[in-house]
């Protein structure tokens, strides 16, 4: 079974900054779906950005499947961010933004609510909402075998918010995707996952 870890991460943005965190160990196995539970401002966007490649640690590691991060093609660890408008670019009508990861798939589209006139717009002319269906969309449509989740709802109505993790939690068992929801949300954190990990004295 392969496993998504952190051995002894340490981080910080600047080698004048203090550390957002040291030591930190952190594993998820694939098929599993794990919660992180911290509250604003104990780096859990900072920690993310690292499991997904898109940071490299000051200290320590990350390992996938006990080696290092792949560093080309699509990454097997996807992130879906809290602000979507961050995570896209402004200027790819939103069919391109799905084409990165591959063929479009039909049936996600109908599955997340995404209406087909959508792809041809640019990212601002759909709300945020909108928009974060499409992020999700992608990361579902690449060949991940890792999901991370950072605080994707937390913006979003009731309904969207459980049409998207509907979607989000059958996908990932149904290709046994290892599952990572970093909240502040204990409530959602219980209902969706196996295990929590929590972070500060949350």
């Not at 320590?60 to 499947?65: A, H, R, S, T, V």
């Not at 479009?104 to 709300?127: N, T, V």
């Not at 109505?157 to 993790?165: F, K, S």
């Amino acid at each position: 079974m392969m496993q998504l870890e952190a051995r002894q991460l340490g981080f910080r943005y600047h080698k004048n900054m203090p550390w957002v965190f040291r030591d930190l160990e952190f594993r998820v196995e694939q098929g599993e779906c794990v919660s992180l539970l911290a509250p604003s401002g104990f780096g859990k966007t900072t920690l993310a950005l690292l499991l997904a490649g898109y940071l490299t640690p000051v200290e320590g590691e990350i390992l996938l499947g006990g080696k290092p991060l792949p560093r080309r093609g699509v990454c097997p660890v996807q992130l879906i961010c809290q602000h979507p408008e961050r995570a896209v670019n402004p200027r790819w009508r939103l069919r391109r933004v799905l084409e990165e990861c591959g063929p479009i798939k039909e049936d996600m589209l109908e599955a997340l609510g995404i209406e087909r006139a959508w792809l041809e717009r640019f990212p601002g002319e759909l709300s945020g909402g909108e928009l974060q269906r499409f992020c999700v969309a992608r990361a579902l449509m690449s060949s991940a075998d890792f999901l991370i989740c950072d605080e994707i709802s937390t913006m979003l109505d009731v309904i969207t918010q459980a049409q998207i993790w509907n979607v989000v939690c059958s996908e990932a068992k149904r290709r046994n995707m290892g599952l990572v929801i970093i909240t502040h949300n204990q409530h959602l954190a219980q209902r969706l996952c196996s295990r929590s990990c929590d972070w500060g004295g949350v």
